[in-house]
């Protein structure tokens, strides 16, 4: 299972970027979806998350101008990045809880990072 995260880039404040995280390979079903972020030297952070049924959560700093989506068909989940701010720069990595195998119990998985670049 992989799972290759896209659509990152540079845009000015008040811009906007929509992230893609797409799984491949032995995907049987995914449970819940998210996105992080990771400045250098600290720690990841959730962004956003949203269950299968839909059900989505926003980082306080994500709430209003951020919003998670996903085609289940697809296996893949989006970030739509509204009102961009210079402090959204960072890396941004996606995960998802899978079951790749019946009878095993789910695993996460996460995807590469994605640059995001806001400029001032």
């Known amino acids: 299972v992989q799972l290759q995260a896209y659509g990152g880039g540079l845009v000015q404040t008040g811009g906007s970027l929509r992230l893609s995280c797409a799984a491949s390979?032995?995907?049987?079903?995914?449970?819940?979806m998210a996105w992080y972020r990771q400045d250098p030297g600290k720690q990841r952070e959730l962004v956003a998350s949203?269950?299968?049924?839909?059900?989505?959560n926003y980082a306080v700093s994500a709430a209003g101008r951020f919003f998670i989506a996903r085609d289940n068909a697809k296996n893949i989940v989006y970030l739509q990045m509204n009102g961009l701010k210079p402090e959204d720069t960072s890396v941004y990595y996606c995960?998802?809880?899978?079951?790749?195998?019946?009878?095993?119990?789910?695993?996460?998985?996460w995807g590469q990072g994605t640059l995001v670049t806001v400029s001032s």
């Open positions: 949203i269950t299968g049924g839909g059900a989505a």
């Open positions: 390979g032995s995907v049987l079903r995914i449970e819940d």
């Open positions: 995960n998802a809880d899978i079951r790749y195998s019946w009878g095993r119990a789910t695993k996460i998985f």
